[in-house]
């Protein structure tokens, strides 16, 4: 069994978190009572929409970009375990989190993870895109770091 994801398969993984948390994120502003919260995690849908837009625009101009390992599915291990880990590729886990409406401060936890995780996961993708997409995927990164920011801010009005 070929244990390589291609790099439009990673793009494909990138593309589904965007998604899901995106789903995420309007399940909450649905739920939330208090109008901060609403506007804030509103705000964090969007964002969603945008990154997913830029990934299917990766995806499209992607080429197979294989990484050196030091063993043998070393990168297949640990992207998968990258994936595996995300709260928003798991459907089950997701489905519970829309489905039951969570705490303000739940929810902030949550987000707050989930951006992180977008921050590692994006940082490993860039070995995969093509150089041209670099550029795009920097700026990715720093969305995320001001989405954590963004939360921070949210976290400490709701408090």
Do not use: C
Not at 49 to 72: D, M, N, R
Not at 74 to 102: G, I, R
Request: aromatic letters at 10%; proline letters at 3%.
């Amino acid at each position: 069994m070929d244990q390589t994801f291609r790099g439009s398969e990673i793009v494909q993984f990138a593309i589904e978190i965007e998604k899901n948390g995106k789903a995420f994120y309007e399940s909450v502003a649905e739920n939330a009572k208090n109008n901060t919260v609403k506007e804030g995690f509103k705000w964090l849908a969007g964002e969603e929409v945008k990154h997913k837009e830029t990934f299917e625009k990766i995806l499209e101009g992607l080429a197979q970009h294989p990484q050196p390992e030091s063993y043998p599915g070393e990168y297949y291990d640990y992207m998968k375990a990258l994936v595996d880990e995300n709260v928003f590729t798991k459907s089950d886990a997701l489905k519970n989190l829309v489905e039951k409406p969570v705490t303000t401060a739940q929810a902030l936890k949550l987000a707050l993870g989930f951006e992180k995780d977008s921050i590692l996961f994006f940082t490993e993708l860039k070995k995969y895109v093509p150089e041209s997409a670099q550029e795009i995927m920097d700026s990715l990164i720093e969305e995320e770091k001001k989405h954590i920011n963004n939360i921070m801010s949210l976290k400490k009005k709701v408090e």
